[in-house]
C-alpha cells in the first residue's frame, strides 16, 4: 500500500487535475447554516432554517512564484480540490485572488483563497 505525506498545501482544477502546491501559514474555517429569526404572531419568536451547512475556508499560500499566482487567477470561478497537510480534502470554488509581494523576495508572492465549498462528486 502506497503511502503519501503531504507537506504543502496543494490545490488541483478538478476538471484537469493541474496543480499548485505551495506553503501554507493559516487557515481558518466556517461552517454555517442559512437562517434567521422571525416574529409571529403574539410576538412568539421562531427560528427559521434551510437545510445543510455551508463550508468557507481561508488559505494562505506564502512564497509562489508569478507563474503560480497566474494559474491561481485562470482558475477563479472553477471548482478545485484542496488538500492540506493534516489529510483534509475540500471541493471548493473561489472568486478572486487578493495578493501581495513579501520585501524579502522579488519573485515571490504570497496570496489568500477564500474557498467556498460546494457538493463534487468524484469520477462522476
Known amino acids: 500500500m502506497a503511502l503519501i505525506t503531504l507537506t504543502k498545501l496543494w490545490i488541483n482544477l478538478a476538471e484537469t487535475g493541474e ?16 437562517g434567521d429569526v ?10 427559521v432554517t434551510t437545510v445543510g451547512l455551508q463550508g ?3 488559505f494562505t499560500l ?8 497566474r494559474k491561481l ?3 477563479v470561478g472553477q471548482t478545485v480540490c484542496v488538500r492540506d497537510n493534516r489529510g483534509n ?3 471548493g470554488v473561489y472568486f478572486s ?4 509581494e513579501p ?6 508572492y504570497n496570496c489568500t483563497i477564500s474557498l467556498e465549498e460546494v457538493t463534487f462528486v468524484e469520477g462522476g
Open 89 to 91: 480534502k475540500f471541493f
Open 56 to 58: 468557507k475556508y481561508v
Open 19 to 34: 496543480s499548485v502546491a505551495a506553503q501554507s501559514n493559516s487557515r481558518t474555517a466556517n461552517r454555517s447554516s442559512e
Open 103 to 108: 520585501d524579502r523576495e522579488p519573485d515571490e
Open 97 to 100: 485572488v487578493p495578493w501581495e
Open 73 to 75: 487567477e485562470e482558475w
Open 38 to 47: 422571525r416574529q409571529y404572531a403574539g410576538g412568539r419568536q421562531r427560528a
Open 62 to 69: 506564502v512564497r509562489i512564484s508569478f507563474a503560480q499566482l
